[in-house]
């Protein structure tokens, strides 16, 4: 497998995992509440985070710079959400109808720390977080218990209530890209980094290396599994158990992975947000088997 990343694209990718950013511009009213298609949406927004609902396999939910929107496996796209740049992202692991947030709203500020009780449709701030309000780029939910929750800003955050209150825990890994809880254990996480994928199994505080390979995406599935996309590797997969890495997948050429979901109903589904690193241009594709093959979300 190959991966034609450079180190420019990969600099690239850590500014937007960093500061986020639009790929064209936003004019009042451009974001309707019709539908679009990916390839359309991609050219005047980006895309920040993926989720499956997990009452309706059918649902992905893609937070973007300009708003949370569906998508249906017809590559079909409508926005469910104001206008809100949903830098941080992820889906409650049992509660189909919750989802958690932060970033910012239209005309800058932080929202804080934010949850949607209705899949989507309104949203409520739970916390401002510390030293904010927050804008998490880097967060999740624990798989093993819902009620802990990590967020990187400043510094790595970590709330044992739902969000309601938050302690620092330490500094996030350097040049973070994208945080991971397990789905077994309230105290692992698993960061990807510029310098590699990282592993801490005291709650954040302490980290210690799994690979040097620069990596742009790790996702721990509800079943266990560990995805991570490695930059001279691709994408690869593990079992939380033993860890034991397989490369999965082929073909991604000039793209790299930046976000991945797994269908909590069938793991073998997967939809993944992908970056071009020679036209920047993003997109959402699909897999049925577990990642060994993929088409662009939609395609028949």
């Known amino acids: 497998m190959k991966t034609m990343l450079t180190r420019r694209g990969l600099l690239g990718l850590l500014a937007v995992a960093a500061v986020g950013g639009s790929g064209g511009l936003y004019v009042s009213g451009a974001f309707s509440q ?165 592993q801490s199994k005291d709650g954040g505080r302490t980290w210690k290396a799994l690979s040097d390979r620069p990596t742009t995406m790790v996702h721990v599935a509800r079943d266990g599994t560990v995805y991570a996309f490695m930059i001279g590797t691709g994408l690869v997969r593990a079992s939380e158990r033993n860890l034991a890495w397989q490369a999965v997948g082929k073909g991604f050429g000039d793209e790299y992975l930046l976000h991945l979901a797994a269908d909590p109903r069938d793991p073998k589904r997967l939809y993944a947000v992908t970056h071009n690193s020679r036209t920047r241009v993003q997109g959402v594709i699909a897999s049925r088997d577990g990642g060994e093959r993929w088409t662009p979300l939609g395609a028949k």
């Open 34 to 198: 019709g539908t679009t298609t990916i390839a359309a949406l991609a050219k005047d927004t980006h895309f920040h985070g993926i989720a499956v609902d997990s009452a309706d396999s059918s649902r992905v939910y893609l937070a973007t710079h300009h708003g949370l929107y569906v998508m249906g496996i017809d590559g079909r796209a409508q926005r469910i959400s104001e206008v809100r740049d949903y830098m941080g992202f992820t889906a409650h692991p049992t509660e189909a109808t919750v989802l958690f947030a932060s970033g910012h709203p239209a005309g800058g500020g932080n929202l804080g720390f934010i949850v949607s009780r209705d899949g989507g449709r309104t949203w409520t701030k739970l916390s401002d977080g510390i030293g904010g309000p927050v804008d998490f780029h880097q967060m999740d939910v624990s798989k093993a218990d819902p009620r802990v929750l990590y967020g990187v800003y400043q510094s790595l955050q970590r709330s044992a209530d739902g969000g309601q209150t938050w302690q620092v825990v330490g500094p996030a890994p350097a040049d973070i890209i994208a945080l991971a809880a397990s789905s077994v254990e309230i105290n692992t996480l698993y960061a990807a980094t510029q310098s590699g994928l990282k």
